[in-house]
């Protein structure tokens, strides 16, 4: 069911659609090397297709997960005969060419710069991040967007329909509905809404008073054991969807933080990956505005790790939305990075020598532990000693905000440095 022509192709109306420029580089015949950055299923392969097809060029497909950088050479070297003794263009297609490392990469350059062949490069990862600058500056990249509802149903709509290449219709009915069941399942994957539409085809059930097949809602649950969700676990949406968690639990939106939780579950995220960042929002975002949100994160951690999914799934839920819900402050993140600083610039500061341990004769007598006083024996319970190092005894790291819990420190802070300055002064 693959489109043979720009015409036939749906979607990406903003590529190909009439005057885009895409199109218009294709109908101009004035190619040059491309990149198509997208999610499976959108159309990168069947495009480029259609490009070799419309402008009479040779097409040599290449995967980078089964082939050598040494097989795209040998081809390139071909192409460049190709082009000297017959004036032939050569479009090198190459799928997930982010799978090739930087090294390898670089083997593709000269053959472009001299124009032996058109590459078009296809990845699901984003280009900035996966292909190497040089090769980034002498292709185009177009950004293809998962196919939409409408568009899959009119792909699915074709397969039907279609007698030579697609079910056909003299026997078998598909109702609109289920259509619509099916698109909205592929999520936004045209690979996978024909594959469901090939297996809900052959559950269909047959009308003995008219012999003909009928796929119902009922048949097509018989094929669905899940749904898949578009989920790369060490790609670019996984970082997209734990970030989105992440702003919205920091943004005090509950039903945001949910929708982004149980999309990643939902997805095949692995349940304890979430569990430790939200371990790490808790003293992130949260800190001592609410203690008791590291609590709540670790147990959730500790209830998932008890039942497993999908029973522990809602502790995480729970955690989610707990997350959200909480006063938020920074403070214990901001000092953390004070600390960091302070610690690169001064380097190994002694420890002051009254609060060394002295646990033998020997250190007492090179002065350690000397002239410390024992807070409890003092007056509310506090000797007003210092106990950061020579030179630093008035640097602030943590700084507790207005907000939640960290009212009550900042009061108590402000306490015990009333009566610590007090002890000074007398």
Known sequence: MRPRTLDEFVGQEELVGPGSPLRRLIEEDNLRSMIFWGPPGCGKTTLALIIARRTQSEFVPLSAVTASIKEARTIMEQARLLRQRQARRTILFVDEIHRFNKAQQDAFLPFIEDGS???IGATTENPSFSLIGALMSRCKVFVLRGLQTHDLIRILQVAVAD??????????DIPHDVLARIAALADGDARRALNLLELAAGTAETNPATSRRTVTMDSLRQVLQRQQLIYDKTGEEHYNLISALHKAMRGSEPQAAAYWAQRMISSGEDPLYLARRMIRFASEDIGNADPQALMVALAAREAYSVLGSPEGDLALLQCAIYLATAPKSNAVYAAEQRLKAEIERTGSLPV????????TQFMKSLGYGAGYQYDHDAADGIAGQDYLPEGLETKVFYEPRNTGFEREIARRMAWWEERRRRKKAD
């Not at 007698?163 to 078998?172: A, M, N, S």
């Not at 002051?352 to 646990?359: C, F, K, L, Q, V």
């Open 352 to 359: 002051p020598p009254h609060i060394r341990n002295a646990p």
């Open 117 to 119: 062949i058109v590459l």
């Open 163 to 172: 007698g030579e290449r697609g079910l056909g219709t003299e026997h078998l």
